[in-house]
């Protein structure tokens, strides 16, 4: 069973910077799709950005496109690195995969969750 820990939220103004970090107990590099959705209050959980097996294999939603980046760190590692950020990405960012090189869109088609880590961004 493939345990996921999120590190890297945190409190900044808008306009600001953070690098989320997503390190998993088992290799992901060639075997999951690893994706980063974030679920704000009373509204659905949703995707942001996720990474095939090779590095120019990224998706993003559209609200995100030019401002984060998802990139793999190591083997075990993936970050989401989120500039010029404003108040409505505002949200609780968790990390997910799925097994193989799919990148779905769909954020519950991934079976495996990190607990979260919330990220507040002021105006």
């Known amino acids: 069973q493939v345990q996921l820990v999120e590190s890297g939220g945190g409190l900044v103004q808008a306009g600001g910077s953070l690098r989320l970090t997503c390190r998993a107990s088992?290799?992901?590099?060639?075997?999951?799709?690893v994706a980063w959705a974030r679920q704000a209050p009373d509204k659905e959980r949703e995707f942001v950005a996720g990474l095939g097996w090779s590095a120019d294999d990224t998706h993003y939603t559209d609200s995100v496109k030019g401002r984060f980046a998802i990139v793999r760190d190591n083997a075990n590692t993936v970050s989401l690195q989120l500039n010029s950020l404003r108040p409505e990405d505002t949200a609780i960012y968790y990390c997910?995969?799925?097994?193989?090189?799919?990148?779905?869109?769909?954020?519950?088609?991934?079976?495996?969750w990190g607990q979260g880590t919330l990220v507040t961004v002021s105006s």
């Open positions: 997910a995969v799925r097994r193989g090189a799919l990148v779905r869109r769909d954020a519950y088609s991934y079976n495996t």
């Open positions: 088992v290799r992901t590099e060639k075997t999951y799709a």
